[in-house]
């Protein structure tokens, strides 16, 4: 299906990971179907220059990023500060813990994940076919097995059409050089996600603090969906 046939009541739902109707296989992964060729494009090009470049992670639906969501809520999966130490969310209010945990996972509905637009990526060729893929900044520092392949990236995204949303620190989601979104079809992708979208869809939702999610929705919107590195020119 090309995204011209969605209607926009279905794009909305593509974009915010309650429809699939967007994906395309590829290898054992689905993207978004407008950027496909792109990737393999950028594949082909690291290939070249001596990498592997593998996808960790693509789309993910609404269900599985609230699965996520709440296990880290519930404390039953770790949640990590920027010192990549878990931290006790017990103590903290609802709303804090919606802090520590938008760090590094974002709120169901609004990940950039949902869009089929952004990949987790890695370079399967550095490393050892048991090693255990973190996708934290040391793996990706120049110290870490992927130094290599961050710098090309930085070189080369622009060119294929990606660029990294959470290149930098903006005082939301944590820095993420492994996450990659392809600048056009995402811009497309971002444009359905609205506040009014959101709240709509975490108050039909069964998402642990889902009151302290819509209470304070517009400073977390802000701060982290909104809030990503401007599109390269
Ligand atoms: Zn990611």
Redesign the pocket.
């Known amino acids: 299906m090309t995204m011209r046939s969605l209607t926009p009541s279905q794009l909305i739902a593509c974009a915010t990971g309650c429809s699939d109707d967007h994906l395309i296989d590829i290898g054992r992964h689905r993207v978004h179907a407008q950027i496909a060729d792109d990737f393999k494009a950028l594949q082909q090009a690291a290939k070249k220059a001596g990498f592997s470049l593998a996808i960790a992670?693509s789309f993910r639906d609404f269900n599985r990023q609230s699965a996520i969501w709440n296990a880290k809520f519930s404390g039953k999966r770790p949640v990590f500060n920027k010192q990549q130490v878990a931290i006790d969310l017990s103590t903290l209010t609802d709303i804090d813990k919606c802090h520590a945990i938008l760090l590094y996972s974002a709120l169901p509905g609004a990940s950039?994940?949902h869009l089929g637009t952004?990949?987790?990526v890695y370079d399967e060729a550095a490393i050892a076919a048991d090693y255990e893929l973190q996708l934290n900044p040391h793996e990706y520092s120049e110290t870490g097995p992927f130094a290599l392949l961050t710098a090309w990236l930085d070189n080369n995204l622009k060119a294929y059409g990606f660029y990294r949303p959470y290149q930098d620190d903006l005082g939301g989601v944590s820095p993420?050089p492994?996450?990659i979104s392809h600048i056009k079809q995402s811009q497309i992708m971002c444009s359905q996600i609205t506040l009014e979208v959101i709240e709509n869809q975490i108050k039909c939702s069964d998402l642990l603090g889902k009151e302290a999610i819509v209470k304070h929705l517009p400073t977390l919107f802000n701060r982290y969906v909104t809030n990503v590195a401007p599109m390269p020119i």
């Open positions: 992670s950039r994940h952004d990949i987790d993420e492994w996450h």
